[in-house]
């Protein structure tokens, strides 16, 4: 029925709602700019995985990648836009709301005291 149960609300965003786009957008929200192996090593993902999801984000407008060298070596960074940060910050917020809206469900069901309605 609508309005029972926990739904997840405005700033809810599908993009980052899986778990590897969201731990990466969450490690680079603590940086300035992360280099791409950081970024995965720290992320516990594969080169390929890690490449697809940064082309998602990118694409979304929530990261920015540049490539350049470091000495020799052609290197990758990655770095959260300002959009990125608010859509993070809005996405956290709101699963914040619905794991409020399951603990007060819970504790309401769990109060012998309640009121059958």
Same mark, same amino acid.
């Given at each position: ?30 940086? +300035?700019?992360?280099?791409? =192996?950081?970024? %995965?090593? %720290? ?9 697809? +999801? ?5 694409? =979304? ?7 350049? @060298?470091?000495? %020799?070596? !052609? @290197? ?12 993070? =910050? ?8 619905? =794991? &409020?809206?399951?603990?007060? &469900? ?9 009121? !059958?309605?």
């Amino acid at each position: 029925m609508p309005g029972d149960g926990v739904v997840a609300g405005a700033g809810f965003n599908e993009l980052m709602h899986h778990p590897s786009r969201l731990a990466v957008l969450a490690f680079l929200s603590g940086c +300035i700019e992360a280099d791409f =192996a950081l970024v %995965r090593d %720290r992320c516990e993902l594969s080169d390929s995985a890690l490449s697809k +999801i940064a082309k998602t984000l990118e694409e =979304a407008g929530y990261t920015d990648v540049r490539k350049g @060298r470091a000495g %020799r070596k !052609a @290197r990758t960074w990655l770095a959260l836009t300002p959009e990125g940060g608010n859509a993070l =910050a809005a996405h956290l917020d709101a699963l914040q709301a619905v =794991a &409020a809206a399951a603990r007060s &469900a819970a504790e309401h069901e769990a109060d012998p005291n309640r009121q !059958a309605g």
